[in-house]
């Protein structure tokens, strides 16, 4: 009974992702009901409520599945980076970016960006920050590898460089967000022109050591 309960589990709640997604991309986050997400879910509105406590919380499992769905795409980036750290690390971030807005609408991301401010220290919250150490981590690995290999310089602490790239990515991922005049070719652009700037401390002092 146990496997048939965790499979019908498994199976609800992907269809309550599921419902959410298409009608949060289609109607936005507050003009979506719980009512309407169990409908198009083929469930009652009881049953969603038993396994996600909140709208919010629906919401923090699509982030969820997200970040599970698209570890396979970036760690085929982590695998075959460009040979360029600079390069490498853009291209990480523009799959973030193309990743997270194929997913869900901006309006979502606020929700979830938003309890920082609103809720810390709740599920939402936590959610974010574990997103957040999931990109550190990458990028941990990324750079120790451009580093073993002489492309940064061996006095550069690469937990530092990482934690100054996530703080970039997230500053204009929180910009684009809160603003919906900005597109995401003008996030790429800001995210970009700011890591060249903090990369130019960061290759070997000779041209020939980057090789």
Known sequence: MTGLRARQLRERTARVLDAAAELFGRKGYHDTH????AK?????ATTIYNYFANKRNIVIGLAVRHARMALPE?????????DDPLAAVIAYEDLLATQSTRVMPRECWRVI??????????EAHHTALRLNRLLFRH????LSGFQKAGRIRADIRVEDLASMIVGIG???WMQFLADESIP?????RRVNTQLAIAFRGAYPDKPEDRQ
Do not use: K, W
């Not at 719980?34 to 997400?37: S, T």
């Not at 970036?74 to 460009?82: I, K, Q």
């Not at 960006?113 to 709740?122: K, V």
């Open 113 to 122: 960006f938003g309890t920082l401010y609103e809720e810390p220290g709740g």
């Open 139 to 142: 990028y941990v690995r990324m």
């Open 40 to 44: 198009v879910a083929g469930l009652s």
């Open 34 to 37: 719980v009512a309407e997400i």
């Open 74 to 82: 970036r760690r085929a980036l982590l695998r075959d980076p460009p």
């Open 170 to 172: 997230t500053f204009h």
């Open 184 to 188: 995401h070719e003008e996030l790429q």
